[in-house]
């Protein structure tokens, strides 16, 4: 069993940056991926981005160039650096870890991002 547990979010003004960070305990022997998704009001829960144990990331293109993922394998973390913060980023972000075998994945309870215009 791994427990995800994010912080960081809060409102911020367009243009601003925020970093979220996700703290995962438990079982992270099995886990392989980790990443970040986002759920807007009325909108499916949507990839933003993701990173390996070894460190290949992936961006959804609406983030590309503004949003960086890292991870810190030691420390069980996983952050997410937003820059060029836009209202449409506005969304609940949640962290997500991927168990290789059995195959599964955990979500963290979600961190709310508010970007005023």
């Known amino acids: 069993q791994v427990h995800l547990v994010e912080s960081g979010g809060g409102l911020v003004q367009s243009g601003g940056s925020l970093r979220l960070s996700c703290a995962a305990s438990?079982?992270?022997?099995?886990?392989?991926?980790m990443g970040w998704y986002r759920q807007a009001p009325g909108k499916q829960r949507e990839l933003v981005a993701t990173?390996?144990?070894?460190?290949?990331?992936n961006y959804a293109d609406s983030v590309k160039g503004r949003f960086t993922i890292s991870r810190d394998n030691a420390k069980n973390t996983v952050h997410l650096q937003m820059n060029s913060l836009k209202p449409e980023d506005t969304a609940v972000y949640y962290c997500?870890?991927?168990?290789?075998?059995?195959?599964?994945?955990?979500w963290g309870q979600g961190t709310q991002v508010t970007v005023s215009s």
């Open positions: 997500k870890a991927d168990r290789s075998w059995p195959p599964g994945n955990y």
């Open positions: 438990g079982s992270m022997s099995s886990i392989n991926a």
């Open positions: 990173i390996t144990r070894g460190g290949t990331t």
